[in-house]
């Protein structure tokens, strides 16, 4: 069976403020005394002790009487049970007396229909049946005295008698007067009490700590408002007697009167929360807030005639809030705008928050990630450690300091240093607050550190090594032609000595950014020739042939490039040891000079060659080992850098490699446009169309490409995929000459989420028969970010064709 909700005061007052009788509420089936007026307490001749006792308890006099069962009906079926002039046996000072009342049972409902509780009204009218009961008996005999005069035989012997009866009758009357008087004066009384009584009420709700009106009829004439809700309203007690939206014009457009009218229809209830109400102040219009009802009121027949309301103000409750939840937005915007992993965790050392770089960065949402824990995500090595420190920090609370080895979303372990703090407050600490700081890089130079102190000491030691030895047969020998034989190999041992000194040099003023340059115009042809020379003169197993050698000046820093030339000369001879020539061409092309080396010797692999160009990287070879540092390509492409130039090389192993370099003679002008219409765009570096057809977008890249180029061209295509709305494109590197690896990051990890932002979902990458300029393009699908579907093609047809299927 339904459970009743217990009733609140607002029920309470609301009933009282309708009753003018003797009243009572009773729940359950126990039948619950819930209240009890002053009226009807004198009725059962009890005090406000029994309220909140079983009916029979508070009146064990009831037992074995029917009011018991009838009130437990009333609650089962829900139907009123009323009646007139019942008798009840009370105990009333002690003394069990009969007494009459007129009655009615009313089942009270919620908004399912379902009754929860029992209003009892009652009138005293034991009085009135009393003297009804007086007026009977005279009646009968009086009717027995008429029968008795048909009588006439016996009318004389019954005169005496009938006089008696007559006084008798006489002194009945009088009583029954008596008894009139007293229940006219006791119904008065009974008025006045019950007047006063309302009284009482109006003055205790006028003063009442919540905001309480009632809206009359569905006009919503407030018919009366207590002080709270006046002060809540702006408004004086003026506005009693008129209809809301006069008293209160602003509530004009807000959803309010919408609600009462729907709650007058229906007489369902309508309880609010924090509801937001505009309402004029001053002169000006306020937002406030409000925890309120809309509860019917209703008459015999279950008909809405009134509205009451019952309001708390909650408006500084809820702005205080809301400063707290704007500074928790705020608060986790700068966690997730830091660019490290930043966590927190409740005062038993429980993960329970971490920000959106977390979730980047281990590919879960924070659900899953505060789920599983650390555990999931530390190095098995690093574990044990990672969970003893933090055992401690949260034992003593103090400071959480570890490295550790996270997973990642791309199934790598990164080094993070990990470092917690405790929030104290009151003494008492509250979270803790970490951060995991991404330290692969320093971890991996550490290495490389490590690495290039035990390859420097090494190939360091080794001419040292030969001049020493060589200093030593040359003390012990007088022979000439020997003594010259040892001072050349010397001579060029110390040369070798010479050059890794110079090379750490140059990465030391590289990495202080301190590596001058003198800029002047020289003849470029004439340096790489010179170049040519000065290597030939240190090599007789190699030639040198120069193909081709266009006629160029150049304005930039002649020794350092120089220093380009030999490197890349010196390796070709080194890296093709069973090779006997190296070809060497350097030309004018599209307003650059372009230089090429070529050997034929032991060829790079491919998933080496991108790094080639990284500090201390040296090629290796299962079948041999080359000397070096692995700094002459660092220093060369930072050079080259410096003069706006790049580089790239084609390799195959074990056939060789053609190593590249370009500086541009004149900067080019991406911001010159040749044309630009909505459907075409051109300038030096790109062309941009729109295949209406198809709904794709193509896109043709032309020429030496850099970061700039790149960023200028690509801003092009986003705006023409946001222009025609077009989810296509072909993207044809077929023209591009050189490569274009310096905008590999950019492209991957900030361009593509912008394509995909601007509608790309299917891109066909169309590259040319380069070998750096693939591996350039894979670079940049492999780390973009995002859901664009991407296929790669040699041949622009196929690839037109694959995105026309989409």
Request: glycine share 6%; with cysteine.
């Amino acid at each position: 069976m339904y459970k009743a909700p217990s009733l609140s005061n607002t029920q309470l007052l609301e009933i009282l403020s309708l009753s003018k009788e003797a009243m009572a509420i009773y729940t359950s089936q126990d039948i619950i005394i819930e209240m009890a007026n002053d009226a009807m307490l004198a009725f059962w001749g009890r005090d406000k002790s029994i309220i909140g006792l079983p009916l029979e308890t508070a009146l064990p006099e009831l037992k074995g009487q029917p009011f018991i069962g009838m009130l437990q009906k009333v609650l089962e079926t829900g139907i009123t049970d009323a009646g007139l002039a019942i008798p009840a046996e009370l105990l009333i000072n002690g003394e069990l007396q009969t007494y009459y009342f007129d009655y009615e049972y009313r089942a009270i409902k919620n908004e399912l229909g379902e009754p929860y509780c029992i209003f009892h009204t009652a009138a005293d009218v034991t009085e009135k049946v009393l003297g009804m009961q007086a007026m009977e008996l005279a009646r009968t005999q009086e009717a027995a005295l008429y029968n008795e005069q048909a009588l006439n035989e016996e009318l004389a012997a019954s005169n005496e008698e009938l006089a008696a009866i007559n006084e008798e009758l006489n002194d009945l009357q009088e009583e029954l007067k008596g008894l009139n008087s007293e229940l006219e004066k006791r119904v008065n009384a009974r008025t006045k009490e019950l007047a006063d009584s309302e009284a009482r009420l109006r003055y205790m709700l006028a003063d009442a700590p919540v905001a309480i009106a009632v809206f009359n009829g569905k006009e919503l004439i407030i018919e009366a408002a207590n002080k709270k809700i006046l002060e809540a309203w702006s408004k004086n007690e003026t506005v009693i007697g008129k209809t809301l939206i006069e008293a209160i014009p602003e509530l004009a457009g807000q959803e309010f009167l919408k609600i009462l009218d729907g709650v007058y229809n229906t007489g369902i209830p309508f309880y609010g929360n924090e509801v937001k109400a505009v309402l004029e102040q001053n002169g000006s219009l306020e937002e406030r807030y409000f925890n309120f009802v809309y509860h019917p009121l209703k008459d015999d027949l279950g008909k809405t005639t009134s509205i009451m309301v019952v309001a708390t103000l909650v408006t500084e409750q809820v702005k205080a809030r809301k400063v707290i939840e704007e500074s928790e937005q705020r608060f986790r915007f700068m966690l997730n705008a830091i660019p490290q992993q930043v966590w927190t965790a409740t005062p038993n050392g429980e993960l329970d928050y971490v920000n959106e770089v977390i979730c980047a960065d281990f590919g879960d949402n924070t659900e899953q990630i505060v789920g599983h824990g650390w555990q999931k995500y530390i190095h098995p090595d690093d574990l044990q450690t990672a969970l003893v420190q933090w055992k401690n920090a949260l034992q003593f609370g103090t400071e959480y300091s570890v490295e550790f080895r996270l997973l990642l979303a791309d199934g790598s372990y990164k080094w993070h240093l990990g470092r917690a703090l405790p929030f104290v407050e009151d003494e008492e600490i509250k979270l803790w607050i970490g951060t995991n700081t991404n330290i692969d890089i320093q971890k991996e130079n550490e290495q490389k550190k490590d690495e290039f102190i035990s390859i420097a000491s090494h190939e360091l030691k080794t001419p040292l090594t030969s001049v020493k030895a060589f200093n030593q047969l040359m003390s012990r020998t007088d022979d000439q032609e020997k003594l010259s034989k040892y001072v050349a190999k010397s001579a060029e041992h110390i040369s070798k000595l010479e050059k890794l000194i110079t090379d750490l040099l140059d990465v030391t003023k590289i990495n202080a950014g301190k590596m001058n340059y003198t800029m002047q115009v020289f003849d470029f042809t004439e340096m790489v020739k010179e170049s040519i020379e000065n290597v030939q003169h240190g090599t007789n197993t190699h030639q040198i042939i120069l193909e081709q050698a266009d006629a160029i000046e150049y304005n930039g820093d002649h020794f350092r490039l120089e220093q380009v030339m030999n490197n890349f000369l010196t390796n070709a001879i080194k890296y093709s040891p069973d090779g006997d020539k190296v070809l060497v061409n350097c030309r004018v092309e599209n307003n650059n000079i372009v230089v090429s080396v070529e050997d034929f010797g032991v060829g790079i692999e491919e998933n080496s060659l991108d790094k080639l160009f990284d500090r201390y990287y040296r090629v290796d070879n299962t079948a041999m080992r080359f000397e070096g540092l692995g700094l002459g390509l660092f220093i060369s492409s930072e050079i080259l850098k410096r003069h706006q130039g790049n580089f790239w090389l084609e390799s195959e192993l074990g056939k060789g490699s053609t190593f590249y370099f370009r500086l541009p003679l004149a900067l080019k002008d991406d911001s010159k446009t040749i044309i630009n219409t909505d459907d075409l765009y051109e300038d030096e570096s790109i062309v941009v169309s729109y295949n209406a057809a198809n709904a794709r977008v193509d896109v043709d890249w032309r020429g030496f490409q850099d970061l700039a180029s790149v960023q200028n061209g690509g801003a092009k295509i986003i705006e023409f995929l946001k222009r025609h709305q077009s989810s296509k494109a072909c993207n044809d590197n077929t023209n591009v000459l050189g490569t274009w690896s310096e905008a590999v990051d950019w492209a991957g990890k900030e361009f593509f989420p912008m394509l995909e932002e601007a509608g790309l979902k299917y891109l066909a990458w169309v590259y040319p028969d380069s070998v750096f300029n693939k591996l350039s393009a894979k670079k940049t699908v492999n780390i973009a970010q995002g859901g664009i579907i991407t296929q790669f093609f040699s041949d622009v047809e196929l690839a037109k064709t694959w995105l026309n299927s989409k």
